[in-house]
């Protein structure tokens, strides 16, 4: 019989030392692959078993040098977080003040690699963290120092609590921590992650919701923020889409639309990173003459002919940054993918033969009345991938060669996922994955480091 779960109600109204022991307990049998009083939560359990698979020594205190301050300072400036401190130090250093009652927390930002930019709160807290190393411009990122508040919601793209000896490193054991990630809306890359921390006595299960909905806040705030770029320049594109003959459209440099003439419109444009004035080729529309504007870009197409697109390449390979490399007769480009859009890109390129809405809602979701948000998502993503993608059933094209690249760990493919099919590739236990071979390329050619797939339709 399955034993039950730590729960952090129940953990929080016990004595803290009684607390810190039983999780003690959990971890030492856990770790020793025996059978612990309670199972450890599900982000707990995944994240010390990467943690197991790094070889990460869990008896031995982890840090990396720190950022030199010329770097840190960088870092900061280039930021989007720096315009939501006001945000976040409203909603979370309000609540870790250090006089009088105040709880004695401290509020630490990090950026998507897991380095420190800001932290701010009781001055008792920061002094202790420092002896935790956890200062301005240290690496928290959760291969450097094990499970944590900051590195592991980076990994999983999801609030977590960590508290005590949930941290996979024992001197972090006096601990306890909660995080958020925090992604821009604009077009979904992570940013980094906001933290409260503070010794175990202030722990208490309402400050994970704290932390999300704070983070929610910020989130919305890039939202305003951009919506109000938009406003921008929507009112210098109109002028000028009402003198461009045939089909134009002006989109932001997120590739947001702000004014179409001529042709249906989109809510956004998928732009290559190395976008830029000229003549450039897109999947979704062809040919386009590009020109510059305040604030975005102008485009008109200029040629009509179908363009094919003949091979692409999945790249799941990295923790946090997934991308799609599309190329053709007439050129080529790369985009970064949503954590849900690399989840269904990469079902579809294990079935070939395709998926209907009702079994990628279980690949996806484990339920397979959830169709008519697969039906949304798949929209999204076929908008960027016109003429590639077909529907009834969702599946690649016969004449595109699809190429997979996955980690070399398969413990480490989409670690944020919990979706059924992704969970199934990573349990493999020996012999050849899911969808294709083995630690070759698609010519057979062993490559380190990585796994890719290739599958090309029959002739």
Sequence with gaps: ????????????????????????GVRDATLRGGRPP?????????????MLRKGVDPDKDHRSGLLPPGELERRRNASPLAALLPVLREGLVSVSGSG??????????????????WREGSPAVLRKADGHGFEPGADWAETTVGTNGVGTALVTRRPVQVHSAEHFVSTHHSWTCAGAPITDPRDGKLLGAVDVSGPLATMHPATLMLVS????????????????????????????????????????????????????????????????????????????????????????????????????????SRPRRWSLEVSGAVGGWTQELSPRHAE????????????TAAELAYDVFG???????????????????????????YRFREEVEVEVVRPADPGDLLPHSTAPAVRASRGEAAGEPAGGRSGTDSSGAGRSGTTRSSRRPPA
Aim: charged content about 25%; hydrophobic content about 45%.
């Design 38 to 50: 309670l199972a450890p939560r599900a982000d707990i359990r995944e994240s010390w078993q990467r």
């Design 367 to 393: 339920d397979r009345t959830r169709t008519v948000t697969v039906r949304a998502e798949m929209s999204r993503v076929r908008r960027t991938l016109a003429g590639v993608l077909d529907h009834r059933p």
């Design 344 to 355: 269904l890109l990469y079902v579809l390129a294990l079935h070939r033969d395709g998926r």
């Design 100 to 117: 009088g009652d105040a709880v004695q927390h401290i509020m630490v930002v990090a950026d998507a690699e897991g380095r420190v930019l």
């Design 213 to 316: 909905s704070v983070a929610r806040l910020a989130e919305a705030e890039l939202r305003n923020r951009h919506f109000a770029e938009l406003a921008r320049l929507r009112s210098v594109a109109a002028p000028i889409l009402c003198r461009v003959g045939g089909r134009a459209l002006a989109v932001d440099t997120h590739g947001w639309l702000a004014g179409v003439t001529g042709m249906p419109p989109v809510d956004r444009l998928p732009l290559p990173a190395s976008f830029r004035a000229g003549r450039v080729w897109l999947p979704s529309l062809g040919m386009c003459a590009v020109e510059p504007l305040p604030g975005g870009w102008l485009l008109r197409l200029v040629d009509e002919e179908t363009r094919t697109v003949s091979r692409l390449v999945l790249d799941v």
């Design 1 to 24: 019989m399955r034993n039950a779960t730590v729960d952090m109600t129940r953990l929080a109204a016990m004595d803290t030392r009684e607390a810190a022991l039983l999780l003690k």
